[in-house]
């Protein structure tokens, strides 16, 4: 497949010149598009690149907001700054935090649309997930943000700006304290929220090559996984165009089950789908693919289904993520019991993979996988229209 080079497509995408009395927002820009805008905006041409250098570090690394705090700059040219960028993150509505630490972030992002956000602490880790659409396409039977529809894309800024915002709250960018390696706070990032990345490719890129940027948010493409539901076409392009790992959102193992639970199959089925997973750790130097499999009661959760899942899988460097239903109002179904998933789990690691049980985190404050929703969106339907867009 050929692909076009990131920076051709950076540099074309934005305007050679600014909109009279618009300001270009810096977050999510990526090195390429942030010099190609100085220029555009009238910085020397000769300059630039040592301009994005010092801009770069001075929001990524230290976060700052202000151009008039990066002094390493001359003043005429942080007033050059502040008259055509900004530096904005999407605002956050409301923020809760769960009995076990769990944080969720409703955030507002441009056009008054909302989102959520999650963090997760775990010992020595914490893990933020992250959304990439505005609601989506998917209609995934199990999953309450798939009864939310899709409204927009995120762009690259307001994905990165989650990122962001979280360390804002969390207290931890350099200069209030936080550690510079990878053993802070948010450690680990998912794109695992709400949105399917893979429909919005160029801006989760462009997101991702902010984050992995070593001198600024310094997240390493082994501590980012994107969770997809199956969009084939783009799954070597991930590998080729962001490297980070893999995970796919599989819950069933034949295709009548899995065109009821992820519509999606029935455009990339089954065998394509583990036919472009089988090329995906060699594309992209990835370690395992990681395999999603909700445990839902007396629909996928059989010895049988175990079995076969093996079979499916064989040859290709895997785990498999069991995760425990997240039930939600309406949900039409239920969560396997304990028994059944530890039952499953033990042919799946007698077989000789991984096998880990998800503890479900957040779930009194609907952040759990699968939950996600944004709140005006639920606060506007009632049960029985919840219930009903299910197909209850």
């Known amino acids: 497949m050929t692909v076009t080079a990131p920076i051709t497509q950076d540099v074309l995408t934005l305007p050679r010149k600014l909109p009279t009395g618009g300001k270009i927002n810096i977050v999510g820009l990526t090195r390429d598009q942030l010099h190609a805008a100085l220029i555009a905006a009238g910085t020397e041409e000769r300059q630039a690149k040592m301009r994005v250098g010092q801009v770069w570090q001075w929001v990524y690394h230290w976060g700052l907001r202000d151009f008039a705090g990066m002094t390493n700059l001359a003043k005429d040219y942080r007033a050059f700054l502040a008259e055509h960028f900004t530096i904005e993150l999407p605002e956050v509505v409301t923020r809760q935090i769960s009995a076990d630490g769990t944080r969720k972030y409703l955030v507002r992002i441009a056009g008054g649309h909302e989102v959520e956000t999650v963090y997760i602490p775990e010992e020595g880790r ?21 009864t939310q ?6 762009t690259a800024g307001e994905i990165v700006g989650q990122l962001m915002l979280a360390r804002d709250d969390l207290g931890e960018w350099p200069e209030r304290g936080a550690p510079k390696d990878e053993t802070r706070l948010v450690s680990n990032l998912v794109l695992m929220g709400m949105g399917e990345p893979l429909y919005n490719f160029e801006n ?38 962001i490297g980070c790992l893999l995970a796919v959102s599989f819950h069933a193992t034949t295709d009548e089950v899995r065109d009821r639970l992820v519509p999606i199959n029935k455009r990339w089925n089954i065998k394509t789908l583990l036919d472009a997973l089988r090329d995906y750790p060699r594309l992209s130097n990835s370690e395992r693919i990681t395999f999603e499999y909700v445990m839902l009661r007396g629909v996928n959760d059989s010895d049988a289904d175990a079995k076969r899942l093996v079979k499916l ?46 503890t479900p985190r957040g779930e009194d ?10 709140a005006t969106e639920r606060s506007r339907k009632s049960r029985a229209e919840i219930a009903a867009e299910a197909g209850l």
């Open 149 to 154: 529809k899709l409204v927009r894309n995120l």
């Open 126 to 146: 914490g893990t933020l997930c992250v959304s990439s659409q505005v609601g989506c396409t998917l209609t995934c039977s199990f999953c309450h943000t798939g």
């Open 204 to 241: 989760v890129r462009d997101a991702m090559k902010v984050v992995m940027d070593g001198e600024g948010l310094t997240l390493s493409r082994r501590r980012i996984t994107l969770s997809t539901s199956g969009v084939v076409p783009e799954i070597a392009r991930t590998a080729e165009e």
């Open 365 to 374: 404050i609907m952040a759990a996988c699968g939950q996600l929703k944004s």
């Open 313 to 358: 899988i064989a040859g290709i460097p895997a785990k498999i993520n069991l995760i425990p239903f997240n039930e939600w109002p309406g949900a039409p179904y239920q969560r396997s019991e304990p028994e059944r998933i530890a039952a499953f789990a033990d042919i799946i690691y007698k077989a000789g993979y991984a096998s880990p049980i998800r």
